[in-house]
């Protein structure tokens, strides 16, 4: 099979800054009034998973070329810019990818990111997303370092459909080992995300429900979303959260419960019997982009402001080229000033065609 070399970003995808200058100070809002909160932060564009919804093989193969090291943001310039967005008012960091566990030393930047104190004097809360490979080993280091809770990507429990997804023959009783381990460390509640494929892995839906009630984690199905551009997505094979949540409540009553803070994008449900919660995020079919409050760091530096980005501003520029930190509070409030992203909201069989950044750059 001929492998397809795609490059995630080059010079014409790299978007000026904004000329208007943001507010030197205070809550920021975009154009549709929504405030930034929380801040992805990607340390790695590798993963040694080839999950077919994010990283499929025939695109990231072998002979795939990543980035190369000096590319990367280093972690002085990643607490650099995390501690300037934590003064201009978010509240919630996550280290995504990639699989950030494959980031050599990552110990090391969640201490220097578990300290930063927001301006009410609170420490920002720190989270990290993995495909589970490596938490069983680096879960205590983990909490160790500082980090408040883990999200673990888990599609199946049943070996055969969890290999086809992660196209890496890695088998799902080392991911519930490292769910185990996370919680045994104290990085819990630990969240379980779950992307559901029609056609692929919905007979997983009930079992995994089953698996995980009463055991004090929270579910998340996700629908299959059109990230990216190597994935192959069609509206066909995206099953609406509402039908998840008709599956589950036919078998195990469920009640809706309100969000946990604004701008969730889980909604919540709970077993009527009191054993727990599972939520579903509905990316597709139930649009959430007039809360959205996050804005994405990509491992090299590029800021974006919606998962289904086209193009991105290039912070790393401004980190290596002398700018201070006044200097990026301004650029920050000027880039979320300008945002006016919805994509979700308008997306038709056209966009879904679209050249979006991948989510193994900017993470899910």
Known sequence: ???RVIALVDAGRRKPLPSAAGPAAGM?????????????ISVTDRCNFRCTYCMPKEVFGK???FLPHEQLLTFEEIARLAKIFADRGIEKIRLTGGEPLLRRNVER???????????????????????????ARKARALKDAGLRRVTVSLDALDDPTFMA?????????????GIDAAD??????????????RGVNEHSILPMARRFKGSGHVLRFIEFMDVGATNGWRMDDVIPSREIIRMID??????????NYPGEVAQRWRYRDGSGEIGVISSVTQAFCRTCTRARISTEGMLYTCLFATSGYDFRALLRGGKSDAEIRAAIAAVWGARDDRYSEIRTAETAKQRKIEMSYIGG
């Open 109 to 135: 930047l969640i201490e220097m990111l578990a300290g930063i104190t927001l301006p009410n004097g609170e420490r920002v809360e720190l989270t990290l997303t993995t495909n589970g490979s490596l938490l």
């Open 63 to 65: 002979d795939y070329r």
């Open 1 to 3: 099979m001929t492998e």
């Open 184 to 197: 045994a460390a104290g990085l819990a509640p630990v969240k379980i995300n779950m992307v559901v494929k």
């Open 250 to 259: 036919a078998h195990l009553p469920l009640d809706p419960i309100e969000p």
């Open 165 to 177: 997804m992660n196209d890496a023959e890695f088998p799902v009783a080392k991911v519930l080992a």
């Open 28 to 40: 920021m809002q975009d154009r549709l009034e929504r405030p930034l909160r929380d801040l992805r």
